[in-house]
Nanobody, 118 residues
Framework: QVQLVESGGGLVQPGGSLRLSCAASGDFFSINVWGWYRQAPGNARDLVAGIKSGGLINYADSVKGRFTISRDDAKNMAYLQMNDLKPEDTAVYYC????????????WGQGTQVTVSS
C-alpha cells in the first residue's frame, strides 16, 4: 500500500501565499508523476499542476505565473507553492501520485482545505 499525506492548507487573505506539501510512504520503488488537484463545492476535481520524473511540468492556465510545483525524490515529497492567492483559488487541494510498484499505482491524499478570504 501507499499513503499520501498533505499539509499546509489554511485560511489566507487575497494576495497571500501558502505552501502545500505531500509526503508519500509505503511499498513503491519510485514516483513517476506527482499531481496537485483541487475541488471546489459543486465542481469537478481539476488538475492544478503536474510534474513528471524527468522534470516536465504543466499548469492549469488559471494558476500559471502564481503557483509552482516541485518535488524532492530523496524525500518522496511534492510541494505546491501558491502565491498571489485569489478567492477563486478556494478549494480542497489533493495530491496524487503515480508510483512504480507491483499492483495498483495511482494514489490520492486525503485533501487539505485552502480558503482565500478577507
Amino acid at each position: 500500500q501507499v499513503q499520501l499525506v498533505e499539509s499546509g492548507g489554511g485560511l489566507v487573505q487575497p494576495g497571500g501565499s501558502l505552501r502545500l506539501s505531500c509526503a508519500a510512504s509505503g511499498d513503491f520503488f519510485s514516483i513517476n508523476v506527482w499531481g496537485w488537484y483541487r475541488q471546489a463545492p459543486g465542481n469537478a476535481r481539476d488538475l492544478v499542476a503536474g510534474i513528471k520524473s524527468g522534470g516536465l511540468i504543466n499548469y492549469a492556465d488559471s494558476v500559471k505565473g502564481r503557483f509552482t510545483i516541485s518535488r524532492d525524490d530523496a524525500k518522496n515529497m511534492a510541494y505546491l507553492q501558491m502565491n498571489d492567492l485569489k478567492p477563486e483559488d478556494t478549494a480542497v487541494y489533493y495530491c496524487n501520485a503515480e508510483v512504480v510498484r507491483i499492483g495498483p499505482n495511482d494514489y490520492w491524499g486525503q485533501g487539505t482545505q485552502v480558503t482565500v478570504s478577507s
